[in-house]
């Protein structure tokens, strides 16, 4: 069965400090599709990035950046020089393509001091 | 171009009620998921509506039932609610009826409270 764990529950830094959001997955299909969500305070989970499993090349865009690595089967989330509007929470979630739902990880809470 | 809407944003019922949550999907897009979140969690599938049917369903009772309709917006029922079902449902509009390979888009959220 598939599986999502997000390890840090909470994380707090200081503005301009970079932070990595850690993701670990589970999956016994060879094609699926990673993603990264933020949940502001208002609810709405907004889409970051998705990713499928073939394409282990890691993204940039702008101070996001992400690393997809099938050996260890993490696909990890890094802000560069962070700012207070990152603070939320971001999920990790995970598509089989032989379903059709999201399975999402627990959540880290980010939160950026000033 | 509006996104996904969602009605009400705020709910309160009472144990052994019945309850009904509103879904418009974003234009264009024909397929609509339903999640479950409860307080401090990771939402949970509850299932998926496409062409007017019900194509995949999550580990959720029978108490939890759906529809969609001709222009694509759904709605969700929960019957005979409990204590547990207080948690905010968010509702997922994509297209094709297709899993991961296409982006998701979530509405805000009904936040429903059983008291």
């Known amino acids: 069965a598939q599986k999502v764990t997000q390890a840090q529950t909470e994380i707090s830094v200081v503005e301009k400090e970079d932070v990595t959001l850690d993701c670990v997955y589970e999956t016994r299909d060879t094609t699926y599709y990673l993603f990264w969500y933020k949940q502001p305070p208002s609810g709405e989970l907004v889409f970051l990035i998705r990713?499928?499993?073939?394409?282990?090349q890691n993204e940039i865009s702008g101070r996001y950046s992400w690393n997809f690595q099938k050996s260890t089967s993490s696909f990890n989330f890094t802000i560069t020089a962070s700012q207070v509007v990152d603070s939320a929470v971001y999920f990790c979630?995970?598509?089989?393509?032989?379903?059709?739902?999201?399975?999402f990880g627990s959540g880290t809470r980010l939160q950026v001091q000033p | 171009d509006a996104g996904v809407t969602q009605s009400p944003t705020h709910l309160i019922k009472t144990r052994g009620q019945q309850v009904t949550l509103r879904c418009s999907p974003k234009?264009?897009?024909?397929?609509v998921s339903w999640y479950q979140q409860a307080l401090g969690q990771g939402p949970q599938f509850i299932f998926q509506?496409?062409?007017?049917?019900?194509?995949q369903r999550g580990n959720f009772p029978d108490r939890f039932s759906g529809h969609q309709f001709p222009n694509y917006s759904s709605e969700l029922n929960v019957n005979a609610l409990l204590l547990g079902d207080s948690a905010l449902y968010l509702c997922?509009?994509?297209?094709?009826?297709?899993?991961?390979?296409?982006?998701?888009?979530f509405g805000q959220g009904t936040r429903l409270t059983v008291v």
């Open positions: 509506y496409y062409e007017e049917e019900e194509r």
């Open positions: 990713r499928n499993s073939f394409d282990e």
């Open positions: 997922a509009s994509s297209l094709g009826g297709t899993g991961g390979d296409t982006e998701a888009f």
């Open positions: 234009s264009g897009h024909d397929t």
């Open positions: 979630a995970l598509s089989e393509v032989t379903r059709r739902a999201l399975t």
